[in-house]
């Protein structure tokens, strides 16, 4: 039985984590950043504690009660869009919350093996460039706050490997769906359907791009490959946590409406549109696949009619 800490245990992942991570009968313990915050279900193996990362005293008391064997980085301010309006947060968060931690882990004399979980907003347009699925070496151009917060925490863990040995292991993520994500396409269209359905939304779904190509998961495939990198990824590396296909939004949204069985109109919303917005994301998962053993098992089709039912059952 190992004790593991998750930070962001309360994000849309965290409680995927949790729940898997539970079953298996490990110490789980996480923070929780906002008092209004839904936790995951209460289990005695569960330990929560109130701690905002960008406050190393409280990251500090964390990494103490704690004492994990294992660490699970996941605490982000991840909105792309909201990382314009306020980019001083979301690099505190990002980037400072993540040397606060490994500081906190250092003073403690502690040796926990950390996965950070980094993201593919980090490409930000190489992939425009390159065309072709992006891999690990290639150049890191982001294009809004977000993606370059995302950058500097994924750069500092490989410093704090190479200076202090450190056993981290970074993960970039790529675009994750599935049952109760907010705030992305997916999740937002998923909820308007519902709205549908149950009659309090005219059958009309609101908007923003519907010509970008994302390459997606889902976020029950994305935390096996976490656990797996957790235990068989190489400390100091870096891997793509992708499906190694590109879906272009307009066809998520065509799918959704054949799954609600409606007949719905569309509405292009300009505040759903981003000033800045990579037109192609696509990675190549071949080192997690090679080294983890790592594969997708949930189609699209499912992730979707799931993020439709959950929704539909709020």
Known sequence: MARVLITGITGFMGKYLTKMLLEKNHQVYGNIFDRDESPPDANESLHLRFCDVRIKDQVTELINESKPDFIYHLA???????????????????????????????????????????????????AITKNNALNEEDPLEPVHPYGLSKVCQDLISKQYFLNYGMKVIRARIFNTIGPGKKDDFVGDVSMQISKILKNNQDPIIHVGNLETERDISDVRD?????????????????????SGRAVKIKELLDKMIIISGR??????DPKKIRKIDEPLILGDPSKIRKECSWNEEITIEKSLTDSINFWNQE
């Open 76 to 126: 982000a301010q991840s909105l792309p869009m909201k990382s314009w309006k306020n980019p001083k947060e979301t690099m505190d968060t990002n980037f400072s919350g993540t040397v606060n931690l490994f500081d906190s882990i250092l003073e403690q004399k502690l040796e926990p093996k950390i996965l950070v979980a980094c993201s593919s907003a980090e490409y930000g347009f190489t």
């Open 222 to 242: 994305q935390i096996k490959a976490l656990t797996s990198l957790l235990e068989n990824g190489v400390p100091g590396e870096v891997y793509n946590v992708c």
């Open 263 to 268: 007949d719905i109109k569309i509405n292009k």
